[in-house]
């Protein structure tokens, strides 16, 4: 099974969909700083979105905590948080493994959430793309990707969005490894 997840990039700035969304009965309920740095040891040319997070070890810090380590490529690396004073240690280790550093990004997020919903509506401030509203639904898990999809961006709509079914969304990681904008139907595709 597939899920679908979009992520339009936006046009205004946060504020107004900050307002958007609150003026549509969602609360702002989570922020945080997050900061990823992905690392590989493959060719990334020509890779989907989610074939490139699944060729990288993946670190994330949020709100300025250690890092915890996404790793399914080396099994014999145990190791599932990494202090920050300790980076440069890991990097070398990783290096050590042939594998060197991709993507190293920070973004804002804000999650917004009303009473009913099963998911969140989430603004991504990110450093060298933009804003984008990204989302997704389990319950709309079981069906077909374009069916998801209708239904995601129909959603979105009724919380003061104005998507059409054929605006595609902004892959991050393609964007940022093209240095051009790099677009598709499914952002976990």
């Known amino acids: 099974m597939l899920i679908v997840e979009v992520g339009f990039k936006l046009d205004n700035d946060f504020k107004y969909y900050d307002n958007l969304l609150k003026n549509n009965g969602l609360d702002n309920d989570f922020n945080v700083i997050t900061h ?3 690392y590989t040891n493959k060719k ?3 890779l989907s979105e989610t074939e490139m997070k699944n060729s990288c070890i993946r670190l994330r810090s949020c709100g300025n905590e250690n890092f915890k380590v996404n790793n399914n490529l080396i099994s014999k690396l ?3 948080n990494v202090n920050k004073n300790k980076l440069k240690d890991f990097e070398n280790m990783l290096l050590n493994h ?3 550093k991709v993507f190293d990004t920070i973004k804002i997020d804000h999650h917004y959430y009303k009473e009913g919903m099963n998911s969140k509506v989430q603004l991504q401030e990110i450093k060298d793309i933009g804003l984008l509203v990204y989302y997704d639904n389990s319950n709309y898990y079981e069906y077909d990707l374009d069916i998801q999809r209708k239904y995601l961006i129909d959603e979105l709509n009724t919380y003061g969005f ?26 976990n595709g």
């Open 78 to 80: 145990k190791v599932n």
């Open 44 to 46: 990334l040319d020509g």
């Open 98 to 100: 042939g594998y060197k």
């Open 162 to 187: 104005h998507f059409e079914y054929n605006e595609l969304g902004l892959d991050k990681l393609r964007t940022l490894y093209y240095g051009v904008e790099c677009f598709s139907k499914n952002q």
């Open 36 to 38: 990823d740095i992905y």
